[in-house]
């Protein structure tokens, strides 16, 4: 069974960076699609970016575009994330699935959630 546990999460300032990471067991990630989510209290949970299996296919949300980059380590995946606004304040999920510019968008096209790291962007 694939578990993922997500770290990283902090307080930061605006404008400030943090680097996530999705840390893999049970398989090598490299075998599944990894997405990042997040979810901020009262909203819906959202696709920020996801990374295919070897390929390497990244995808973005618009909101992220420019600043968040995705990547892979020996079984784990990172995400960059630079200039980081008040809006990006929530919970940061991982979940395996397929990655697409389509599935980036839906959550519920991935599983094997992790339990969320909080990232606080506040001056």
């Known amino acids: 069974q694939l578990r993922l546990r997500e770290s990283g999460g902090g307080l930061v300032q605006p404008e400030e960076s943090l680097t996530l990471t999705c840390l893999g067991s049970?398989?090598?990630?490299?075998?599944?699609?990894i997405g990042w989510f997040r979810q901020a209290p009262g909203k819906e949970r959202e696709g920020v970016s996801c990374?295919?299996?070897?390929?390497?296919m990244t995808y973005y949300a618009d909101s992220v575009k420019g600043r968040f980059t995705i990547s892979r380590g020996k079984n784990v995946v990172y995400l960059q994330m630079n200039s980081l606004k008040p809006e990006d304040t929530a919970m940061y999920y991982c979940a395996q699935g397929l990655c697409t510019e389509s599935t980036v968008r839906n959550p519920r096209e991935f599983d094997a959630w992790g339990q969320g790291t909080q990232v606080t962007v506040s001056s």
């Open positions: 049970g398989y090598d990630l490299d075998l599944f699609g």
């Open positions: 990374i295919s299996t070897r390929a390497g």
